[in-house]
């Protein structure tokens, strides 16, 4: 198992390109989500998806859109980025519920907006 | 509300003293708790969790329900134990994380 695989690795945007990460799983995981971390604010949520054709705003959406067509992959597209949106992104799955499921990360993605 | 916080931003212990992260949780029902670690440049494992009652590197975490704690405890810290401390709590379709604690592991 590869568990939970993030594309790129490495990311230097200008203000107001799109992009999209990648991330997917191999364990057939139906909750998978979207986090950003930043120093001293922790990991805040961005969007998750609890099934295929299903995905919902975490706590801080704005400014990024995702969709989950099949199980294994949830990508996370930036719409037009901004300086703010500088962070390390990491993508998690679990099965559910989530009560009692360990979350999986994958290895983190480095955007840097300029 | 659920909440889960954790007090420390950074904790510095010296090499071969006790070491205590603290955790505390806001939820109405039964809570699961987790500790998750991420060490440098890497990605978030799990470290432990309250059901398990498991020691894993010679941490253990016992949840107090009267105090709502879940702190992180190892008797003699280890210079490896450096890295960021996450506390989370999940209820049937959520899950909280804490802002996190970095431990820094003084020679």
């Known amino acids: 198992n590869a568990g939970v695989t993030q594309t790129p690795k490495f990311q230097v945007l200008k203000t107001g390109q799109s992009m999209t990460l990648q991330c997917a799983q191999d364990m057939n995981h139906e909750y998978m989500s979207w986090y950003r971390q930043d120093p001293g604010m922790g990991l805040r949520l961005i969007h998750y998806?609890?099934?295929?054709?299903?995905?919902d705003q975490g706590e801080v959406p704005n400014g990024y859109n995702v969709s989950r067509s099949t199980t294994e992959d949830f990508p996370l597209r930036l719409l037009s980025a901004a300086p703010s949106q500088t962070s390390v992104y990491f993508c998690?799955?679990?099965?559910?519920?989530?009560?009692?499921?360990?979350?999986?990360f994958g290895p983190g993605t480095r955007l840097t907006v300029l | 509300a659920q909440r889960v916080t954790q007090p420390e931003k950074l904790l510095s212990v010296f090499k071969g003293a006790p070491v205590e992260l603290k955790c505390n949780y806001s939820?109405?029902?039964?809570?699961?708790l987790f500790w998750y670690v991420q060490y440098s440049r890497q990605r978030l494992q799990l470290l432990l969790r309250?059901?398990s009652r498991e020691s894993i590197k010679g941490f253990t975490a016992d949840l107090n329900k009267g105090e709502t704690s879940f702190h992180l405890k190892k008797p003699f810290a280890q210079e490896e134990d450096s890295a960021m401390y996450y506390c989370?709590?999940?209820?049937?379709?959520?899950?909280?994380f804490g802002k996190g604690t970095r431990l820094h592991i003084l020679p």
């Open positions: 309250h059901i």
């Open positions: 939820y109405s029902g039964s809570p699961e």
């Open positions: 989370a709590l999940t209820s049937t379709d959520k899950i909280i």
């Open positions: 998690a799955s679990s099965g559910l519920p989530l009560a009692g499921h360990e979350q999986f």
């Open positions: 998806s609890v099934g295929a054709g299903i995905t």
